[in-house]
Nanobody
């Protein structure tokens, strides 16, 4: 069984930066994608960023492209989301996700989810 634990959330000012980390316990195949999703109050969970099998490809939502960077360290079983130029609309609970098998990285049908970490951006 795989468990994902996010860290690094908190409060930032608009224009600032935060770095989210996700530590995975258990085996995460480097052949499978990992991703970040977020859910703001009153809204549905939405895709933020994903990294494909073997870390060769990255995918971003239009709203974060150019500001966020996703990366993974397969040796350490960790996933990272560097968030720069933060905006108040980035405020949400951010979730890390991992898959057992190779799948479309941007689709939400991941097998494992973390508990989420709150990111709040003040204007």
């Amino acid at each position: 069984q795989v468990q994902l634990v996010e860290s690094g959330g908190g409060l930032a000012q608009a224009g600032g930066s935060l770095r989210l980390s996700c530590a995975a316990s258990g085996r995460i195949s480097s052949d499978s994608p990992m991703g970040w999703f977020r859910q703001a109050p009153g809204k549905e969970r939405e895709f933020v960023a994903a990294i494909g099998n073997l870390g060769r490809s990255t995918f971003y939502s239009d709203s974060v492209k150019g500001r966020f960077t996703i990366s993974r360290d397969n040796a350490k079983n960790t996933l990272t989301l560097q968030m720069n130029s933060l905006k108040p609309e980035d405020t949400a609970v951010y979730y890390c996700a991992a898959s057992r098998t190779n799948k479309p990285p941007t689709a939400p049908d991941y097998d494992y989810w973390g508990q989420g970490t709150q990111v709040t951006v003040s204007s």
